[in-house]
């Protein structure tokens, strides 16, 4: 299988380019063979998204972002089982998790399709200031522009889609750079919302590395915001070259848990283990702390160690 960008809805396949290979990371199979992209692919995918936004983005209503969301959930639905089986062979995830991701990842689509139709303004009364009565003010919520979506290997589907669609939902247009480790599963979502009727452009795939094309993304001054999850350097290093363009990061987290002597300790202990070991622990939330009430500890302890003996 050879993939490579998707930039104003063409595929860049030239055969000059630095190749990837995609291995599974149980067996070293290669998934697929992907062409990078240039900081001059980069460069064009943003004016690109930029044109898009002020000439394409901003005429198409709410209603025709929620049926186009709609529509990629639903075709999502019908191809479930090769998301997941590619995200288990791309990521080395369970398959078990993979179809959970895929599920999530739907209602993702769903959420968002909904929130497409529901972004509203606010009338403020202005009489709470002297020489303020008979007046009103108001807000109306208008788009970024161009939403720079950076995103991690351990939920490649999901956690795209967490940028993905509100961007859209919102009236955005997005430059998509996807982990180099998990590609796959982001080209074919980006195929995925080509067919639901997303027009060309709305979403521009740039696939390449964190110097190459992630650093220029963050640093661009045609992107209005960038959305990443990763790492906690990394993070810091995209809030100190971002600019003033508006951040959102999702970083590593301490996951604190707390067990009160009241607690049901067979479900705790499940969970917990579940919590912690669920894809090897390669999980923004996975359960790192737990806190226990003295009085239940050596109980809670030796249930514990005796589950995560034999989890799967």
Do not use: W
Request: with cysteine; hydrophobic share 40%.
């Amino acid at each position: 299988m050879k993939i490579g960008s998707i930039i104003n809805g063409r595929e860049r396949l030239d055969e000059g380019r630095e190749t990837l290979d995609v291995l599974n990371p149980y067996n070293q199979e290669k998934i697929a063979g992907v062409k990078l992209a240039t900081k001059s692919d980069l460069n064009e995918a943003i004016e690109n998204s930029y044109e898009k936004f002020h000439h394409d983005m901003k005429a198409m209503p709410a209603h025709e972002r929620a049926d186009i969301l709609r529509k990629t959930a639903d075709l999502l639905i019908e191809r479930s089982e090769e998301f997941a089986e590619v995200i288990s062979k791309e990521a080395g995830k369970p398959i078990k998790y993979s179809r959970g991701e895929v599920e999530r990842a739907m209602q993702v689509l769903r959420f968002a399709s909904e929130g497409a139709k529901h972004i509203t303004g606010e009338v403020i009364p202005m009489d709470a200031a002297i020489g303020g009565q008979h007046r009103m003010g108001f807000v109306k919520r208008e788009p970024l522009g161009v939403v720079g979506a950076i995103t991690p290997f351990n939920f490649p589907l999901n956690l795209s889609l967490h940028k993905l669609a509100p961007a859209i939902a919102a009236g955005n247009t997005v430059v998509f750079k996807p982990a180099e480790k998990t590609p796959v599963s982001a080209y074919m979502l980006v195929k995925l919302f080509e067919e639901a009727g997303l027009p060309a452009g709305f979403i521009n795939l740039v696939i390449g590395s964190g110097e190459e094309v992630g650093a220029p993304l963050v640093e661009h001054d045609k992107v209005h915001k960038i959305s990443f999850t990763g790492s906690l350097p990394v993070g810091k290093n995209i809030m100190e070259n971002a600019g003033f363009k508006k951040v959102t990061l999702e970083l590593g987290s301490n996951s604190p848990n707390i067990v009160f002597n009241d607690a049901d300790l067979e479900q705790a202990t499940t969970e917990l283990v579940k919590g912690a070991f669920a894809f090897s622990g390669q999980v923004c939330i996975s359960a790192q702390r737990i806190y226990v009430q003295n009085d239940v500890y050596d109980e809670f302890l030796s249930n514990y160690v005796q589950k995560q003996k034999y989890f799967k």
